[in-house]
């Protein structure tokens, strides 16, 4: 039995010397090419689930999709097409068995969720490359200034870094890091990251440690303390919320909403009035889904310091601040 498959992913980060195609175009073109040298043609795919549904729609012949991007497990069965997608962190698999019968030519497809824990016994080959690693990445962190095994804070409440929560609302985890930002910046009004700067994809509870810490903001980066006018801060706001269900989902301190207004001192944002603001490094490089205008050369930023190459300051990397400050809160 001859088995074809496709692949298709997300475009972005894009690179100047690639070429990116339509997704649903290359996909059925691709399947057209393939079709006739194999029996049956399945699919794996990183995109979001309603891509994936489109491609059910689009492409019905194709009966398996084996999809990612999505965080937690999902089965669809649609025109003839499963779509599943497993939890994000390897914390379960998909196990999809395939029968072919050659003389009917149908294709039959059984899939099974399985939870990836405790109760599967390691692979003693695997592990071993594993721990090696493990060591190394131990060894890298201290040379990094950090010391992975060490408690610097108490979670009695469960800490909600999960995906499918920061990016789509307010939550207790990424405000902590915004609190940090505000707490290390003296004199700023508010606070701003990036959701997508936050990485773990879980609950955090009991005792947090610096290795913890990496986790969470495994990417770094400085914060900068800008000096911005009303008008782009709340151009930033309002481009936060639009970016709902992506990275580009903005978590924020020392802000709030009333209404259609965005409030900031126990005042609504004045367009005219200039606001000190402490904001991850990366959405200050334009960089962020629909945030390009947010650089340093816009003409309604008037002013910004960067603690990026300050060895003696904590802002150089958000990890430390937020290090810092949880520690101030034991």
């Not at 990016?167 to 701003?192: F, Y």
């Not at 770094?220 to 970016?243: D, H």
């Not at 709902?244 to 989902?249: C, H, R, S, V």
Request: aromatic share 8%; glycine share 6%; net charge neutral.
């Amino acid at each position: 039995v001859k088995m074809g498959i496709i692949a298709v992913t997300l475009p972005f980060n894009k690179a100047n010397y690639v070429l990116y195609d339509d997704i649903f175009i290359s996909y059925k073109r691709h399947y057209e090419a393939i079709k006739d040298s194999c029996d049956f043609v399945i699919s794996t795919t990183h995109l979001n689930v309603g891509d994936d549904h489109k491609l059910a729609t689009f492409v019905p012949q194709v009966q398996l999709i084996m999809g990612g991007h999505d965080h937690e497990n999902m089965i669809f069965h649609e025109n003839g097409v499963t779509l599943a997608k497993a939890d994000a962190n390897a914390k379960s698999a998909y196990i999809h068995r395939l029968h072919f019968d050659k003389k009917t030519k149908k294709l039959t497809v059984k899939s099974e969720l399985r939870k990836i824990d405790n109760t599967l016994p390691d692979d003693p080959a695997t592990k071993a490359i594993a721990d090696k690693w493990e060591v190394i990445a131990q060894e890298k962190l201290k040379e990094a200034g950090f010391n992975p095994k060490n408690v610097v804070y108490v979670a009695k409440e469960p800490l909600d870094g999960r995906e499918a929560t920061i990016r789509n609302n307010a939550a207790n985890l990424p405000k902590m890091v915004a609190d940090a930002m505000l707490a290390s910046c003296k004199g700023a009004d508010c606070a701003l990251l990036n959701s997508g700067s936050i990485r773990i994809d879980d609950i955090v509870r009991g005792n947090i440690t610096e290795f913890d810490i990496v986790r969470i903001l495994p990417f770094g980066g400085s914060i900068e303390l800008v000096e911005m006018k009303g008008s782009l801060l709340q151009k930033a706001l309002e481009t936060g919320l639009r970016n709902k269900g992506m990275g580009g989902f903005l978590q924020w301190a020392a802000i709030s909403q009333n209404a259609d207004k965005w409030i900031i001192n126990n005042a609504p944002i004045d367009p005219a009035k200039v606001y000190k603001v402490a904001i991850a490094d990366f959405l200050m490089t334009g960089g962020e889904a629909n945030m390009s205008f947010l650089k340093h050369d816009n003409p309604e930023l008037l002013k910004f310091q960067s603690f990026a190459n300050d060895k003696t300051d904590i802002r150089r990397d958000v990890r430390l601040a937020l290090i810092d400050y949880m520690k101030k809160l034991k």
